[in-house]
């Protein structure tokens, strides 16, 4: 069965400092991962999607996610938070064996300290 | 801007009552999501339409019921509500459903006091 696992609930950086959002996973097929952020009071949108192609994927707001299949990682990183960065980010799953279905992840809040 | 209209954006009602709540998916969308996001629960997926037949069932309670109609557009009934009820309910739409991009509306705000 498939599962998503966000590792930190919090993460708090520094405005101009990288940005490291942990996810693990658990599939049994090749899997499709995706990365949404929820501004606050917002909707969510999608930050960046991998489906088999390069295993780095690079994605919108100077995000990117690298696929590590050995470690079943996705995580999301960022060279350098700016404070529009703060919000929740979701790590999402989804494969074949599950119809597709997309199993989320807890999220992580993202804090940046001025 | 999504693409995605939720209507309304804020409900207040009390317990034991019922509402509606209407989503318009994006132009040409054919599937159809709905999720509550709580504090104390997070992002919970409730259940997923396509073209009018229910694909997915997650977390939704027999006192909530959906459905999609032929234009698209999609209802998400809560009825008996109760305190617990009260959270942000998200629909969002996709070209098929399947490992692709969800549009996700802006929600609509229940408040069950």
């Given amino acids: 069965a498939q599962s998503v696992t966000q590792l930190d609930s919090h993460v708090s950086v520094s405005e101009g400092t990288p940005v490291l959002l942990r996810c693990n996973y658990s599939s049994s097929y090749s899997p499709s991962l995706f990365w949404y ?8 949108q999608l930050l960046l999607k991998y489906t088999s192609a390069a295993t780095l994927v690079k994605g919108i707001n100077g995000f990117e996610a690298e696929f590590k299949k050995s470690e079943t990682s ?41 | 801007d999504s693409g ?11 317990t034991g009552q019922r509402v509606t709540l209407r989503c318009s998916p994006r132009s040409g969308d054919l599937s159809v999501y709905w999720y509550q996001q709580s504090l104390d629960q997070g992002l919970q997926f409730l259940i ?6 229910e694909r997915a069932k ?6 909530f019921s ?10 998400l009934n ?7 009820d009260s959270a942000l309910y998200f629909c969002a739409s996709s070209p098929t459903g399947q490992n692709e991009k969800l549009f996700f509306g802006s929600g609509t705000q229940l408040s069950v006091l």
Avoid at chain 2, 78 to 84: C, D, V
């Fill in chain 1, 37 to 44: 952020v929820q501004h606050p009071n917002k909707g969510l």
């Fill in chain 1, 74 to 114: 996705f995580h999301l990183t960022k060279p350098s938070a700016h404070m529009s960065d703060a919000a929740e980010y979701f790590c999402v799953v989804s494969d074949h064996d599950s119809n597709y279905q997309l199993i989320w992840g807890a999220g992580t809040k993202l804090i940046i300290k001025p």
């Fill in chain 2, 4 to 14: 995605v209209t939720q209507t309304p954006k804020h409900l207040i009602t009390a």
């Fill in chain 2, 48 to 53: 997923q339409y396509y073209n009018g037949e």
């Fill in chain 2, 58 to 63: 997650g977390n939704i309670l027999e006192r």
């Fill in chain 2, 66 to 75: 959906a459905q999609q109609f032929p234009d698209l557009h999609s209802e």
């Fill in chain 2, 78 to 84: 809560l009825s008996s509500l109760e305190l617990g």
